[in-house]
Nanobody
């Protein structure tokens, strides 16, 4: 059983920065592929970034590439998303996700656990 608890969301101005954090319970966190997804009002949930269990592989959506960095600290059972140069288009509910399967990248299809979501609002 895995619980994902997110924090760090809030209201920021365009061009500002925000750091999201996802804390996971469970003793096997270090073996989980982790990632972040987001969903804007009226839109489908979309992939943002992912990181493999050992942190060696990272993946980013084209819409955020160069502006965000995903990282993990297995000792702390946490995965972070550093977001810079934020745009109003980044406004969405951001979700942390985990896959317990033997994969490098967590996806909508293989994700087994989801966080509650944290709101990020970027004002113009």
């Amino acid at each position: 059983q895995v619980q994902l608890v997110e924090s760090g969301g809030g209201l920021v101005q365009a061009r500002g920065s925000l750091r999201l954090s996802c804390a996971a319970s469970g003793r096997t966190f270090s073996r989980y592929a982790m990632g972040w997804f987001r969903q804007a009002p009226g839109k489908e949930r979309e992939f943002v970034a992912a990181i493999s269990w050992n942190g060696a592989m990272t993946y980013y959506a084209d819409s955020v590439k160069g502006r965000v960095t995903i990282s993990r600290d297995n000792a702390k059972s946490a995965v972070d998303l550093q977001m810079n140069s934020l745009k109003p288009e980044d406004t969405a509910v951001y979700y942390c996700a985990a896959s317990t399967r033997t994969v490098f990248r967590v996806t909508e299809s293989n994700a087994d656990y989801w966080g509650q979501g944290t709101q990020v609002t970027v004002s113009s």
